[in-house]
């Protein structure tokens, strides 16, 4: 007997979200509240790590409401062209729905409708397992090691004149990952370049890799003013990451390097952001003119962002962490309370206020023993 999954029917709704957003199984599993990642990949397993399409019932077939009226109608002793009538159906509709759920006297709607519903569980064909010729000819190209772009356009480079030669490269991939259809089999994954065995989102993201960020205004294009830090109110963020995939978001104003840490319930730039814009709009106006950050696309919506704070973003280049210099010094300032490996999720909002205020009301020698607490101060008071 298999071994039955427990992530339940809307967890795997919010599981395909994320996946098909580019979020890794570990970051997944988390938000999920699983304890490990062997739940999330069975079930991204199933399929070959493609989304299933989500069923809907056609206007044609009959609805629970109208087998009901069915039901009813039946107990009630009506004639099948008065329920017809009354659903404003066939006849033949009525009288073929009875004889295939047990006739008059058996016909129960829940029990009909259950029935009718994982009938209708019949996949389709693909191409591939209809068009035998065509199977054969891309197993052998995959054989020699073709992606199934290049298998896509040669067959119509060398077939152009006969579209039943054609297939795509994404047709391809479903016949591989989704060994139900029956078309390829399994262990020509082996000769993809991959090598995977699950299919990832084609605009996924690994910890090597960034994503790009539309609208990113370069780190070069800052002005001058944020560079000499003589005018308040320029910042620098980073997430700090934890164990599980948590993290917390770290910004700190350049001038007085005053930090501020922000509590995630997950990396998702809609979640980030959100938590973003609330710490920042209980800073002052002035202190409110950029926000410079690395290529995370944890930061994908930073125009959002800058529109509900009227803070412009600005990115720097990728794998370059200097050019937020003070960010990362902080960071590391950081991991005195919370070390590299800890679970962060446990630490609540009220807790990093604590942290930040040790952190704001200690002397750097940067600031000439100073503390950031009153650098920020005195830069605001002076500022016109």
């Not at 399929?47 to 107990?75: D, K, M, N, W």
């Amino acid at each position: 007997m298999g071994r039955r999954s427990r992530v339940s029917g809307a967890q795997r709704v919010e599981l395909w979200r994320r996946y098909r957003a580019g979020e890794t199984v570990l970051d997944i599993a988390n938000a999920l509240g699983q304890r490990s990642t062997s739940n999330v990949y069975r079930v991204l397993e199933a399929t070959g790590g493609i989304a299933p399409a989500q069923r809907h019932r056609s206007p044609r077939v009959l609805s629970f409401a109208e087998r009901e009226e069915i039901s009813r109608g039946v107990a009630a002793g009506e004639t099948l062209r008065a329920i017809a009538s009354r659903l404003g159906r066939a006849i033949s509709t009525v009288s073929q729905e009875l004889a295939r759920h047990g006739g008059r006297w058996a016909y129960r709607a829940a029990e009909a409708d259950w029935t009718a519903w994982e009938s209708a569980r019949r996949p389709k064909p693909c191409l591939l397992a209809r068009n035998q010729p065509l199977q054969r000819l891309v197993a052998v190209k995959l054989k020699q090691d073709w992606s199934p772009q290049q298998i896509a356009g040669w067959l119509k480079e060398q077939y152009p004149g006969n579209p039943e030669r054609w297939v795509s490269h994404e047709t391809i991939y479903r016949s591989l990952f989704i060994q139900a259809r029956g078309a390829l089999k399994k262990e020509l994954i082996g000769h993809l370049r991959s090598k995977r065995q699950i299919r990832r989102p084609h605009h996924a993201v690994d910890g090597r890799t960034r994503e790009r960020i539309l609208g990113a205004v370069s780190i070069r294009e800052r002005p001058a003013e944020v560079e000499d830090r003589a005018v308040p109110g320029h910042w620098e963020g980073d997430l700090v990451e934890g164990s599980r995939g948590t993290f917390i978001a770290t910004l700190v104003e350049r001038t007085s390097r005053f930090v501020i840490l922000v509590k995630l319930p997950e990396k998702r730039t809609d979640v980030v952001v959100k938590a973003l814009i609330t710490a920042v709009r209980k800073l002052p106006t002035v202190l409110r003119k950029s926000l410079t950050w690395d290529r995370g696309s944890e930061l994908t919506e930073h125009a959002k962002f800058t529109v509900a704070t009227d803070v412009k973003v600005y990115f720097c280049d990728p794998y370059s962490p200097w050019q937020r210099g003070s960010n990362e010094n902080t960071n590391g300032l950081l991991r005195q309370y919370y070390p590299k490996g800890m679970d962060l999720s446990a630490v609540s909002q009220a807790q990093l206020d604590v942290v930040a205020r040790k952190l704001n009301t200690r002397p750097r020698e940067t600031l000439d023993w100073k503390t950031p607490a009153y650098i920020l101060e005195a830069s605001v008071s002076t500022t016109p």
